[in-house]
């Protein structure tokens, strides 16, 4: 038809092959005619050679269909085989190199989210962190400018004092003024001295008051000297005591010596006063011109004397008034000094008075900072590993998920259903492990059982079929409808009795279920099946007449007691821990989200308990501060 055959067969249309098959099958090969001997052809039958009677004999036979078969799936192998080559390389040289530099750029990317939030996280902190060392410096800045505006006060009317202790000295100088108008000369100049003295005092006082009120502005940076000074202060008093006591002496013989020139000056004015009356006598006397010579020498001798007298009298009374002078100015600073030492005393004690009150609350508070510390140091070991786990976790899981996670269209199944009851997922999810090494021989014991769909009942794999909308072929296992194989005791004991120190043990006893009600599973795909550490003893195991049972080896070798032997190398070798079997890896995950559990279990035991002290800390931390600047003002003082 149309240039084409066209066969057919009980009015099925088939292909060429499939007819020359069917004769084949019954003896009729139309390219071998010796299916029949026509007449005239016995003599070439019977002159045959032996491999040409061999086809003969396989003709009728019905044999020679299979080997044409053989010939045609080995040439169909090695076509498959040549694909399976080309696919390999391309797999190995583009995709794989192109899958790992996609997954290192994927643990790029969650390194850098992780690092992201936790940068976001920690600039939070540090605006908070600044934000509240801002309100502790305006709190603290209000209490300064209190005591600042009480010292400003208490400088005010200390420069009042002054101010009126300046016009009582005027008004004292402005008496001594006019008191030294009807007074002698040598008083004169020593009151004006006086008054001289007090307007020097009166304008050291308002010099004073001016250093003070500029000295309030400069009170921060002259606190660290009036710390030193404070420490000398004493010293300094016992020094302006003993100078005191110094000028004081000077003073009491400066004052004799005063009083001894004064009783000279007396004893010469009266000395002189005799000359001149005895000269006067003389003259109205005699008139003798030598005598006259004689007193006026003598005269002229005591004035001389007189007015040296009087020098080194004066000189003597400027030493005195200077001994007073500094006298006063060594009085004030004694004063200055006992004035400041009460201050500082008075502030070291309401220091002392405040930093017991803070102890005291200190140790009502049963706060320990250490503890403390280290448990927010503990905090935050722990929540670095468990960022750190759950990284390796979801990339490990990354790589697994799309080969054993069972996804369907839960949205299409309807109201009322639950998810978490009714589908179990994958078998592979679904298995732990207890012996990681026989992960190889488990899952080759499994086979592609291993993911198969683990559901409640056969209603729910029904749904599952119709509307769950499956990209792909699944089969499903219903506990309610599984019917478990499981080795017989016997069978246990005659293999622990042919090979004991467990080298062959039930592959049941190897593994556990993620839960309890996917037990049953576990039993219908593991429970008749020996795990074996070597190929000898899983045939040993295998062909025992008491066991009879099938063995797996550690290497994944299968002995069947019907007869089949499988085994050798892994295509694609081994080494890598891309290379572990399936259930190796996901038990690694499994260990590994056991790990993040108990380390997120930690870091929420470890963060209530600081919650817990965070009163207590918050009250500590403020009560240490106020601490320190009682300590550092007390210092400062």
């Not at 004035?303 to 009085?331: D, I, P, Q």
């Not at 069978?491 to 190897?510: E, F, M, N, T």
Request: with cysteine; net charge neutral; aromatic share 4%.
């Amino acid at each position: 038809m149309g240039g084409r055959n066209k066969y057919t067969i009980n009015g099925h249309t088939v292909d060429a092959s499939r007819v020359h098959d069917m004769f084949q099958s019954v003896g009729l090969n139309v390219n071998n005619p010796h299916f029949l001997i026509m007449q005239g052809r016995i003599t070439k039958v019977l002159n045959m050679k032996p491999p040409e009677i061999l086809g003969l004999i396989e003709e009728a036979a019905g044999t020679r269909m299979f080997e044409a078969k053989k010939v045609s799936a080995q040439k169909t192998i090695e076509k498959k085989q040549g694909k399976v080559e080309e696919l390999s390389k391309v797999l190995e040289e583009e995709i794989t190199p192109q899958l790992k530099k996609l997954q290192e750029e994927r643990a790029n990317y969650l390194r850098w989210a992780a690092n992201n939030t936790e940068l976001e996280r920690l600039a939070k902190f540090k605006v908070a962190y600044e934000y509240t060392l801002a309100e502790r410096s305006v709190a603290g800045s209000g209490a300064r400018m209190g005591e600042l505006g009480t010292e400003a006060g208490t400088l005010a009317a200390t420069g009042r004092r002054w101010r009126a202790c300046a016009a009582e000295r005027d008004a004292e100088g402005t008496a001594a003024a006019a008191r030294v108008a009807a007074a002698r000369g040598g008083e004169l100049a020593s009151l004006i001295e006086a008054s001289s003295s007090a307007t020097r005092e009166a304008a050291s006082a308002t010099s004073s008051l001016k250093h003070a009120e500029k000295a309030l502005g400069e009170e921060e940076r002259g606190r660290a000297a009036a710390a030193k000074a404070s420490s000398e202060g004493e010293r300094s008093i016992g020094e302006l005591e003993r100078a005191l006591e110094r000028y004081l002496s000077d003073g009491a013989r400066v004052g004799a010596a005063l009083a001894e020139a004064e009783a000279g000056t007396k004893a010469l004015q009266a000395k002189l006063t005799a000359v001149t009356a005895g000269m006067r006598g003389e003259e109205g006397g005699s008139g003798d011109s030598s005598s006259t010579s004689t007193a006026a020498d003598a005269l002229i001798s005591a004035k001389a004397e007189l007015k040296t007298v009087g020098a080194e009298a004066a000189g003597r009374e400027m030493r005195v008034k200077e001994m007073k002078k500094r006298s006063a100015e060594a009085s004030a600073a004694l004063k200055a000094a006992e004035k400041d030492a009460r201050g500082l005393q008075t502030s070291l004690e309401a220091a002392r008075a405040g930093l017991d009150s803070k102890r005291v609350q200190l140790a009502s508070l049963k706060y320990d900072a250490g503890g403390g510390e280290i448990l927010a140091s503990r905090r935050d070991a722990l929540a670095a590993a468990a960022a750190g786990e759950s990284e390796k976790l979801e990339e490990a899981w990354a790589s697994l998920l799309p080969t054993v996670e069972f996804r369907y269209e839960e949205a299409g199944m309807g109201k009322g259903w639950d998810a978490a009851t009714r589908v179990k997922g994958t078998l592979a999810q679904l298995v732990r492990l207890l012996r990681p090494a026989a992960a190889k021989a488990l899952e080759v014991a499994a086979g592609g059982r291993l993911f198969g769909v683990v559901v409640d009942t056969e209603d729910t794999a029904a749904a599952l079929i119709s509307r769950g909308g499956l990209k792909r072929r699944w089969e499903f296992y219903p506990l309610s409808q599984l019917k478990t194989r499981i080795l017989a005791p016997e069978q246990v004991a005659a293999a622990a009795s042919l090979v004991p120190g467990g080298g062959a043990v039930p592959a049941l006893s190897l593994l556990r279920p993620t839960s309890p009600e996917c037990a049953r599973a576990l039993e219908y795909v593991w429970g008749n099946v020996f795990i074996c550490d070597t190929p000898a003893i899983a045939q040993a195991v295998c062909y025992d007449k008491r066991i009879q049972a099938r063995c797996i080896t550690l290497e994944g070798d299968i002995f069947d007691p019907r007869g089949l032997v499988e085994g050798g190398s892994d295509v694609g070798g081994s080494g890598g821990p891309a290379t572990l079997p399936l259930l190796a890896r996901l038990e690694e995950c499994h260990s590994a989200n056991d790990r993040l559990i108990g380390l997120r279990r930690e870091l929420g035991e470890c963060e209530g308990t600081l919650a817990a002290m965070s009163s207590a800390l918050r009250a500590h931390k403020t009560i240490t501060e106020e601490c320190v600047c009682v300590c550092a003002r007390a210092s400062l003082k």
